[in-house]
């Protein structure tokens, strides 16, 4: 869970490898295992409005999935992926298709060298993220996002050696509107590659001298088709790490960095604005590519490394960069059963480039919640080994816009007897340092994201057990629909056979946005699955 907050946001020494250089320990893994369960399932839904315009609607879900969990001496991978094709009964309810889940591995090729790979497939509901149950294909985007690259982790001598290359890969598809109830809520983001290669060579403190060092370098680039926008940045510092007594440090570093972004002009129409074609801005390859932003000069920072056991970790630091200064800390407590994470975080970033960071920093066994009436995503992967990582900051507000990215993050996982708990919460600011795809989305404009997830796990015998999910968003955009989402469902599970199971759930959602009359829905739902 600490992993997935700490991302780039919390590594001095290589930005790719965040999730190996920050992170507490994991537990060890007891013995080997490799679990792998396909499935099929039908269930059938229906949602009743308590508030706002609207008809009964009826659904029939066809469900094919496979859930693995394989831990072996070379590989370590999980995988939680389902298609889900739903039948409409009504006129209002017309039929769609979603494939949504999240799937990392890791193959170990070598001593210290790993290749890794990760992805996630979700909806989002009128470009910013809900954990809400839109029972239909309007108003929603599918998004996928992955990468893949290797990673090592070595010795040279005394010095410590580490290096990574991530290829990354997002993209958007809006189907057929983007818009909720006439109004529109986001941009169309279209697609991107990026490429990240990261490297580092220090030596502890009392190896050579009282302070550890730490010399490091990076180039980052993002290709995105949207106005053929273009990111790169390449970065180099040292950071000294100097013991003051057997668990608090001095940490510090000063480096180096430039950030460039850099477009081409859109087309313009005969009345002198950009043409605006599928939700975005229309590129004229003929242009030449313009400099948008540039930023250049030293970088630094310092604080305070507090580490009382192998178990938790603090640190705290402030800087400059980005061309002002920097506030950074993160907490992290690992338990036997247990795990804590919370990191404040500041950055320039990209929905690619935040999405495709949030799947490389997955590990370990993860607790995948769904809603019970779609089979989306509610926005958190749990974990009580560290790996887990909430989405819901990552998927609000999709926008081609590249951005100033602040805020905190908190997750929470826990096991104990028969009960399974995961608790996320956060806020994020994202000021925009270029214009996106829509016209009142420009340079200097911002937007806010407050979310909230818990799930919790009852099981009652070895046969049945409750599953409840409670979620609260609320995206506040300049410019753009702000959208609150609230909601809750309860789910009860039944496994009739070795095979065969049943279920059957209950849940409200509610949502408001800006000057529209809320819509609050009942839903219910009964189904069957059979595993392989």
């Not at 399932?41 to 009743?48: E, I, K, S």
């Not at 599918?142 to 290797?150: A, E, I, R």
């Amino acid at each position: 869970m600490s992993a997935g907050f700490l991302r780039s946001r919390c590594g001095r020494a290589a930005i790719a490898i965040a999730s190996l250089a920050c992170t507490l320990p994991a537990i060890a893994q007891s013995e080997r295992r490799s679990i792998v369960t396909p499935y099929l399932g039908v269930d059938q839904v229906v949602l009743a409005p308590l508030k706002g315009e609207g008809e009964v609607l009826t659904y029939t879900n066809l469900i094919a999935g496979l859930r693995a969990d394989v831990q072996t001496r070379r590989l370590e991978a999980m995988i939680d992926a389902q298609y889900n094709h739903s039948l409409g009964w009504n006129r209002e309810a017309g039929d769609f298709s979603l494939l949504s889940g999240i799937a990392n591995a890791r193959l170990k090729v070598a001593p210290g060298l790993s290749l890794d790979a990760g992805g996630i497939a979700t909806r989002v509901r009128g470009g910013g993220f809900s954990g809400g149950s839109s029972l239909n294909g309007s108003s929603t985007s599918q998004v996928y996002g992955g990468y893949v690259g290797p990673t090592y982790v070595g010795k040279a001598g005394i010095f410590d050696v580490t290096g990574a290359y991530r290829l990354g890969y997002v993209r958007v598809d809006d189907g057929d509107s983007s818009d909720f109830n006439g109004i529109r809520l986001g941009s169309r983001y279209g697609e991107s590659w990026s490429h990240s290669l990261n490297g580092s060579i220090g030596v502890a403190p009392g190896v050579l001298l009282p302070l550890g060092l730490v010399a490091s370098a990076g180039y980052a680039r993002e290709d995105a088709d949207r106005l053929d926008q273009r990111f790169e940045n390449i970065f180099g510092r040292l950071d000294a790490t100097l013991p003051v007594s057997p668990t608090v440090a001095l940490v510090g570093g000063i480096g180096y960095e430039e950030f460039q972004l850099s477009q081409r002009s859109p087309v313009l129409g005969g009345d002198g604005t950009p043409v605006i074609r599928n939700g975005g801005y229309v590129t004229d390859e003929t242009s030449p590519r313009q400099l948008i932003y540039d930023q250049d000069g030293l970088i630094w920072d310092a604080g305070v490394l507090w580490r009382p056991s192998r178990r938790t970790r603090a640190e705290a630091r402030i800087g400059h960069r980005y061309g002002g200064m920097t506030y950074q800390g993160s907490f992290t407590w690992q338990g036997r059963n247990s795990s804590f994470g919370l990191v404040l975080f500041d950055g320039i970033d990209s929905f690619g480039r935040v999405i495709t960071s949030d799947v490389a920093a997955l590990s370990g066994s993860l607790d995948i919640a769904r809603n019970p009436f779609t089979q989306d995503l509610t926005g958190c992967a749990f974990s009580t080994t560290g790996g887990g990582r909430c989405f819901n900051d990552a998927l609000s507000g999709v926008t081609g816009a590249n951005f100033r990215y602040r805020g905190v993050a908190a997750q929470y996982g826990t096991t104990f007897g028969p009960w399974q708990w995961g608790i996320g919460g956060g806020y994020s600011q994202r000021k925009f340092i270029t214009a996106g795809n829509e016209l009142v989305l420009i340079r200097g404009t911002k937007d806010e994201n407050w979310f909230a997830n818990t799930n919790f796990t009852y099981a009652i015998n070895e046969r049945d057990n409750l599953d409840t999910i409670v979620y609260f968003n609320y995206f506040d955009g300049t410019g753009r629909t702000d959208v609150m989402n609230v909601g809750a469902s309860t789910s009860y599970f039944r496994g009739l056979t070795r095979r065969l199971s049943a279920s059957a759930s209950l849940g409200v959602d509610g949502v408001k946005a800006d000057d529209i009359d809320t819509v609050i829905s009942a839903m219910g739902q009964v189904g069957l699955r059979y595993s392989f």
